[in-house]
Nanobody
């Protein structure tokens, strides 16, 4: 079992930066691939970024590549999403998720992510 709690959301202006945090707990929290997903208002879920258990491999959705950075600090049981140069289309509820497979590869698709946080709202105002 893995428990996840997101924080760091809020209202920011176009072009600003924001860092989301995901506190993880549970025996296997540091041994699984983690990811950020988001759900814009009135739309379906989108993949944002993923990072493997060691932090050595990452992948990003085309819409955020070059602007967002995912990272993790296993010593602190934390996963982060640094969001730079935010755009109005980044407005969404952001969810942290943990994959169910130990020592697995990165994966952007939501399949296999069995553990989810409650989400944190990010609103980008113009």
């Amino acid at each position: 079992q893995v428990q996840l709690v997101e924080s760091g959301g809020g209202v920011v202006q176009v072009g600003a930066s924001l860092r989301l945090s995901c506190a993880t707990s549970g025996r296997s929290a540091n041994a699984v691939t983690m990811a950020w997903f988001r759900q814009p208002p009135g739309k379906g879920q989108e993949s944002v970024a993923t990072i493997n258990w060691s932090g050595e491999a990452t992948a990003y959705a085309d819409s955020v590549r070059g602007r967002f950075t995912i990272s993790r600090d296993n010593a602190k049981n934390m996963v982060y999403l640094q969001m730079n140069m935010v755009k109005p289309e980044d407005t969404a509820v952001y969810f942290c998720a943990a994959h169910s497979t130990l020592w697995g590869p990165i994966q952007l698709k939501p399949r296999g992510y069995d553990y989810w946080g409650q989400g944190t709202q990010v609103t980008v105002s113009s």
